[in-house]
Every structure is written in structure tokens, then in C-alpha cells.
């Protein structure tokens, strides 16, 4: 079970954004930047593009509202999209409010937020959702 799947199931706690019956989102709790999100899909697939089909035409559709929201919530010229799948063997995207292109660069050092900092920024993203 990979740590995403002990999130999903709330073995672990998180800072959850959105849930329904394929996907799960949370922040980041090692973001690039404040309002870093990761959409994760509930079945345990190691890499992006062997998630079956159903799930990946999905995902976008979970992720948009979310984008939308980050930007909302978040001094940004938009939402950026990337998936890495390096850092845990459970596909995922990250959803990150970027400004420039650096803003999705994996190798700088990620910020370290206090859990009130992270509450701050998931009750920011929640309030603009839907």
C-alpha cells in the first residue's frame, strides 16, 4: 500500500481538498509553493500513463475546478500542471499556482509550512471550490 493509498484511506492525515468515487485531493505538505495540491487516483497504478483510460479522461475533469480555485485563492498568473512521479509510485498531478516557469521546478528546495499554514491554504482553496 503506498503512502497515497494510507492517505486515501485516512490511516494517514491530510489536508484534503476534494474527494468523490476515482479521486482524491490533498495539499502538499512539501510544496513548491503555498496552495501546491496533488490529485491522486484511489487505484494504486506506479506510473501517469498506465492509469486506464477512464481514470486519466477523469482526472482533468476532478483537477479543473480545483485549478480554478488555486488561482482564486492564490497571488498567481495561473495554475500549472505537472506530473513527475518520481517522488511516490502512485500516479499523480500536481496542481501548483505559479507565476513563471521556475515556479515547477522539482529540484529547488520545497518551503517547509507549519500546520497552520497549511490549514490557512487548504481553507483558502476549499472556499473558492464550486
Known amino acids: ?3 497515497f493509498s494510507k492517505i486515501i484511506a485516512g490511516e ?3 489536508y484534503k481538498i476534494a474527494e468523490d468515487d476515482k479521486f482524491f485531493a490533498f495539499l502538499d505538505i512539501f ?6 495540491v496533488l490529485v491522486v487516483p484511489k487505484i494504486e ?5 498506465d492509469v486506464p483510460d477512464d ?3 477523469r482526472m482533468l475533469v476532478f483537477a479543473k475546478p480545483i485549478a480554478h480555485a ?4 492564490f497571488s498567481c498568473d495561473r495554475c500549472g500542471l505537472s506530473v513527475v512521479g518520481l517522488e511516490v509510485p ?3 498531478l500536481h ?4 507565476n513563471s516557469a521556475d515556479d515547477l521546478n522539482f529540484t529547488r528546495g520545497k518551503l517547509k509550512l507549519s500546520p497552520e499554514q497549511l490549514k490557512a491554504a487548504q481553507q483558502k482553496i476549499i472556499r473558492h471550490l464550486g
Request: no cysteine; net charge negative.
Open 1 to 3: 500500500m503506498t503512502i
Open 12 to 14: 494517514i492525515p491530510s
Open 31 to 36: 510544496p513548491l509553493r503555498e496552495g501546491h
Open 45 to 49: 497504478v506506479d506510473k501517469f500513463f
Open 55 to 57: 481514470y486519466l479522461a
Open 70 to 73: 488555486i488561482e482564486a485563492a
Open 90 to 92: 502512485h500516479a499523480h
Open 95 to 98: 496542481l501548483i499556482p505559479i
